[in-house]
Nanobody
Framework: QVQLVESGGGLVQAGGSLRLSCAAS????????MGWFRQALGKEREFVAC????NYADSVSDRLTISRENAKNTVYLQLNSLKPEDTAVYYC????????????????????WGQGTQVTVSS
């Protein structure tokens, strides 16, 4: 069992930056593939980025960079050059899947989820 807690969201002006953090409980954090998703009001949850156990990363945008620090049981999402359309609740998730074969953008393959942190970008 893994518990995930996101932090770092807030209100930021367009063009600004934020770094989101997701702290995981337990001693097996390094064995999980970690992902970030977001959900805007009235829209479906969408994939943002994920990172393998060995730091291979996948992201939908160069403005959104995922990283992990296994010694701290934490995964990060750096958001740069923020736009109003980046406004959403951001969720981190953990998967026990295989990096090579899993459909990484599919939220259904992630086993654990955090409660989310709100990011609001003003124009």
């Amino acid at each position: 069992q893994v518990q995930l807690v996101e932090s770092g969201g807030g209100l930021v002006q367009a063009g600004g930056s934020l770094r989101l953090s997701c702290a995981a409980s337990g001693r097996t954090f390094s064995s999980y593939i970690m992902g970030w998703f977001r959900q805007a009001l009235g829209k479906e949850r969408e994939f943002v980025a994920c990172i393998s156990r060995t730091n291979y990363a996948d992201s939908v945008s160069d403005r959104l960079t995922i990283s992990r620090e296994n010694a701290k049981n934490t995964v990060y999402l750096q958001l740069n050059s923020l736009k109003p359309e980046d406004t959403a609740v951001y969720y981190c998730a953990a998967s026990r899947g295989s990096w090579a074969t899993m459909r990484r953008p599919d939220p259904m393959i992630y086993d654990y989820w955090g409660q989310g942190t709100q990011v609001t970008v003003s124009s």
